[in-house]
Every structure is written in structure tokens, then in C-alpha cells.
């Protein structure tokens, strides 16, 4: 298990820097998130003792199940799923970010979990940048009042977007959309008066996180290349 995955760190990581060098970008600029939905603990240890630092879930309970199980923890927990108001409390509890903040109501929810800590909540606003019925995100045109809603939280720290593309057996057909939300991510820095920088791209998964770094992902969300293929996969959510 520790032979394959160590592979398979090392393969993925290798095209990552390769990724970079074409787009002109330091090999090191980019995230990589395991994303560790259906993977079980004793797995995602071995991820970890090889170096993988950031992990990302898709469930709540699932993910707080298998941290109890975990002698170490990873660096970052990301939590990458759509998140039910209801459990914005234990969300906030369990990861150091959240990638799919996508409505007003969300965002109120985690102010008042967070609200009596020091440490603020790092968050993303996910926008479903094709307008596709079947995936969760904020449309682009309701975004720039969501972002000035995020701004206006002061327990919550609004640190970029996320967004997941139609699916395609072609990894290229994805560029247009990773091409738009970093479209969005320029003109929001820009229109708020953020210093350049400011918003990070969560973007890009097996199957497309080449073309996602190409056009400006900092983050990658990559679950099946790392510990090949799970036994479901839930449509939406940010999976990898």
C-alpha cells in the first residue's frame, strides 16, 4: 500500500511541477488536497507519513470519524463538500478551511460558530460558474454580494473561490470555466481594493488538475489519482 501510494504521490507531483513550468509558475506554487472521501483512516495515515499535508472531505461525520483514528494529523483539513446549515458548527469545528461557502445563510451560520474564537474561519466561496443545475455553487452574478457579505464578517476569513466544471472526458473542455473564475478572482481583487494575492483558486481534480494549474489553480482537489477509485461518487461535491 505505502509502495503504490508513494508512486502515486510522486507521479501526480511531478506533473504538477511540470504544470507550473509551462505556465510559468515556481514548480512549488500549488496546493495539492488529497481528498480522502471513502478512504479509510489507516490509508490516509500512510498519505500522511509520505508527506501529503493538507487533506480534504466531502462529509462531515465521515471526516470526524477518521481524524479520531489518526495518530497524526494532517497540516490542513479542507472541508470540500456541500455544506448543510445545520452542520456549519461541527464544520468549522473540524477544518481549517471550507471551500463551498455558497449562499448568505451559510456564511451567517459559520459567523456564529466561530464567533468566540480568536482564530478566524478560512473560507472559500464556490461558484458554479456553468450554471449547471445539478452542482452546488453561488451563480457568478449573485458572487460580487457574496464576496462583500464575506468581507463583512469579521470571525471569517475570505481567502479565494472554488468552483468544479462540468464534466468532461477531455480535460481541456475545463480550461474555459478555470479560465472564467480566475476572470472573477481578478475582477473582485480589483473592484474591492484586495491587494494582489489576496484570493487563492481552488480548482481542478484528477482528471483536469493540469489544465487548473495552467490557468492559475493554487489549490488541487485530487482523490481517485492518489487512492484510485472509491466505491461512490456524489455529484457536486467537489470530489475527486
Not at 29 to 35: F, P, Q, Y
Not at 75 to 98: P, S, T
Not at 135 to 158: E, I, M, S, T, V
Amino acid at each position: 500500500m505505502a509502495a503504490d501510494l508513494s508512486f502515486r504521490l510522486q507521479a501526480i507531483r511531478a506533473r504538477m511541477a511540470q504544470a507550473c513550468v509551462r505556465a510559468g509558475r515556481a514548480p512549488d506554487a500549488v496546493t495539492l488536497i488529497g481528498v480522502t472521501k471513502g478512504v479509510p483512516a489507516p490509508v490516509i495515515q500512510a498519505a500522511i507519513d509520505l508527506g501529503l499535508t493538507d487533506m480534504g472531505e466531502n462529509r462531515v461525520q465521515e471526516a470526524l470519524a477518521k481524524r479520531a483514528a489518526l495518530t497524526r494529523p494532517p497540516q490542513r483539513r479542507h472541508f470540500i463538500g456541500h455544506l448543510q446549515r445545520n452542520k456549519a458548527a461541527l464544520a468549522a469545528a473540524g477544518f481549517e478551511v471550507i471551500h463551498s461557502v455558497d449562499s448568505l445563510g451559510l456564511l451567517e451560520a459559520l459567523e456564529r460558530a466561530v464567533a468566540s474564537r480568536q482564530q478566524p474561519l478560512s473560507i472559500l466561496l464556490q461558484v458554479n460558474v456553468a450554471g449547471e443545475a445539478t452542482k452546488f455553487g453561488c451563480l457568478p452574478q449573485a458572487l460580487p454580494n457574496l464576496a462583500r457579505a464575506a468581507l463583512q464578517r469579521p470571525h471569517l476569513q475570505w481567502v479565494g473561490l472554488m468552483t468544479i466544471p462540468p464534466w468532461s472526458a477531455q480535460p481541456e473542455d475545463a480550461r474555459v470555466h478555470f479560465r472564467a473564475l480566475r476572470a472573477w478572482r481578478d475582477r473582485l481583487q480589483q473592484e474591492l481594493q484586495l491587494a494582489p494575492g489576496a484570493l487563492r483558486l481552488s480548482m481542478g481534480m484528477s482528471a483536469d488538475f493540469e489544465v487548473a494549474i495552467e490557468e492559475g489553480a493554487d489549490w488541487i482537489r485530487v482523490g481517485t489519482a492518489i487512492f484510485g477509485t472509491r466505491a461512490t461518487k456524489v455529484s457536486g461535491t467537489g470530489s475527486a
